[in-house]
């Protein structure tokens, strides 16, 4: 709106402080705060207010015809986005050839799916074994040998 940053800001908060003083201040700012918040809601106003005239004037119609006049390209590419959402919104029938291929592939996916999973749980499976393999491992190689000299109760003799 103003394009003020935070240096502006505080400068303009010193300057206040030094004019208008410590004490009255906080008053100062409560009053700034009411002012821009009701600009804020007549601005917000406003704004919905000609946007509610350009709808019932039909503006956004011409508007909307003149940006696909001016970008062909976006224009076509739209409409193939809406003409493949329309085809992705029928019905098949499940009796067609394209009906029973479509049920077939939705099959196939889902036995892909089950497959992919099913791997990927006998992977994680197999990664859990050995890591506890490895740490059965160091268990075994930080557990202190008993016949050794300097164990507590060993004798040292093997």
């Not at 493949?84 to 291929?101: F, H, N, R, V, Y």
């Not at 890591?131 to 075994?140: G, R, W």
Request: aromatic share 4%.
């Amino acid at each position: 709106m103003f394009d003020l940053g935070w240096t502006e800001l505080l400068v303009i908060g010193i300057v206040a402080l030094i004019v208008v003083g410590p004490k009255d201040l906080p008053v100062l700012f409560r009053n700034v705060g009411r002012f821009v918040g009701k600009a804020k809601g007549m601005a917000r106003e406003f704004s919905r207010a000609m946007n509610d005239a350009a709808d019932e004037s039909g503006v956004r119609d011409v508007a909307k015809s003149f940006k696909s006049a001016t970008d062909p390209v976006g224009s076509a590419m739209s409409g193939v986005k809406d003409a493949a959402k329309s085809m992705t919104d029928l019905k098949i029938d499940p009796e067609s050839e394209t009906g029973k291929l479509s049920a077939k592939r939705a099959a196939d996916a889902k036995k892909i799916e089950a497959a992919t999973a099913r791997r990927a749980a006998e992977r994680k499976a197999k990664e859990a074994q050995e890591a506890l393999a490895k740490a059965d491992e160091l268990d075994a190689a930080l557990k202190p040998d008993p016949n050794a000299p300097d164990a507590p109760g060993g004798d040292g003799k093997a």
